[in-house]
């Protein structure tokens, strides 16, 4: 196993609850090197967090390791099968609930 698959492993491992459903794959291309992460359904909302910022941390992170061994390293999340996702509400107003904000 490489420095930055095992890094990338250790880290996910530490953020999950269920460290045993964790896989990540390494695939070697012409772009660089593709971190393919999978975890537990239960496990997306810790990996991901909020606004994405767990994982963007995490990409960060690979992102350096791969830099110290002259590799450009990606990380991609694979979603869980069955999973369905999840549409954000709505979150537009006409203008009478604007205007009626403003008088309160």
Same mark, same amino acid.
């Given at each position: &196993?490489? $420095? ?6 250790? *880290?996910?491992?530490?953020?999950? %609850?269920?460290?045993? =459903? ?5 695939? *070697?291309?012409? !772009? +660089?090197? @593709? !971190? ?7 496990? &997306? /909302? @810790? @990996?991901? /967090?909020?606004? /994405?910022?767990? =994982?963007?941390?995490?990409?960060? @992170?690979?992102?350096?390791? +791969? &830099?110290? %061994? %002259? =590799? $450009?390293? %990606? ?6 099968? +069955?999973?369905?996702? *999840? ?14 904000? !403003?008088? &309160?």
């Amino acid at each position: &196993m490489e $420095r930055d698959q095992q890094f990338v492993e250790f *880290v996910i491992k530490s953020i999950v %609850n269920n460290p045993d =459903a964790v896989v990540v794959a390494r695939t *070697v291309d012409e !772009l +660089g090197v @593709l !971190l393919s992460v999978k975890v537990s359904p239960e496990d &997306m /909302g @810790l @990996l991901i /967090g909020r606004a /994405g910022s767990t =994982a963007k941390a995490v990409r960060t @992170l690979a992102r350096i390791v +791969g &830099m110290r %061994n %002259n =590799a $450009r390293v %990606n990380l991609k999340i694979e979603e869980p099968e +069955g999973s369905t996702r *999840v549409k954000p509400e709505s979150k537009t107003k006409d203008i009478e609930d604007v205007v009626g904000e !403003l008088n &309160m």
